[in-house]
């Protein structure tokens, strides 16, 4: 199966600063990757599909990049409601597989 | 508004069996595949298997091949989970997910908590 490695595991981060997320695959997944956010108490949400497509309800300052085995989520300001964890998963090959997580915190 | 409620917190003793539902509303179930997706203390989201409402054809993930069964009655607009032979391994939270387009999770379920524990 596709393993996903995220780093970091934690990134601190001052409201207002810009945040860079890593998700790397084992082997290529093309742009067949996803980004969820998850905030304490509640499920994953959707965040961007297609390596690049932000889901409904989230803002211009997450952008998501990459293609092939290589993939960054960044946040350009961060806001408060942005703090969570933020899981990377491939849906190029069954089984489905996310990243460990990368949790953004204050 | 797309939504998923899934059935209350479950204790189950070592070598039991687990069922839990997902509920739909807001769309129609036959529509959308639905993934089962369990996340432990600890331990990253993984993926169980998935079921297409329309035809009733399921895929699993190979860790939990023989112990998992997906299902879906349309009449009652609700997916279900059983999850058998559970261990303390199993405690954790099981959301189900639409995927409108086989691919990604769009929308999650409220979330089941399962403790094993005897």
């Given at each position: ?16 600063e ?63 409601e ?6 990377c ?18 | ?51 297409d ?35 303390s ?19 999650w ?9 005897s």
């Open positions: 199966e596709i393993v996903m490695t995220q780093s970091p595991a934690t990134l601190s981060v001052s409201p207002g810009r945040a860079t997320l890593s998700c790397r695959a084992s082997q290529s997944v093309s742009s067949n990757l996803a980004w969820y956010q998850q905030k304490p108490g509640q499920a994953p949400r959707l965040l961007i599909s297609g390596a690049s497509t932000r889901a409904t309800g989230f803002p211009a300052r997450f952008s998501g990049s990459g293609s092939g085995t290589e993939f960054t989520l960044t946040i350009s300001s961060l806001q408060s942005d703090f969570a964890v933020y899981y998963q491939q849906y190029d090959k069954w089984p489905r597989t996310f990243g460990q997580g990368t949790k953004v915190e204050i | 508004e797309v939504q998923l409620i899934q059935s209350g917190t479950e204790v189950k003793k070592p070598g039991a069996t687990v069922r839990i539902s997902c509920n739909v509303s807001g769309y129609i179930l036959s529509a959308y595949k639905i993934h089962w997706v369990q996340q432990a203390p600890g331990r990253r989201l993984v993926w169980l298997g998935l079921v409402p329309d035809d009733g054809q399921t895929m699993y993930a190979e860790k939990f091949q023989g112990r998992v069964i997906i299902t879906a009655d349309t009449s009652s607009e609700t997916a279900y989970l059983s999850l058998s032979s559970l261990t391994e199993d405690t954790a939270l099981y959301y189900c997910a639409t995927d409108v387009y086989g691919s990604y999770m769009d929308v379920g409220t979330g089941t908590a399962v403790i094993v524990s």
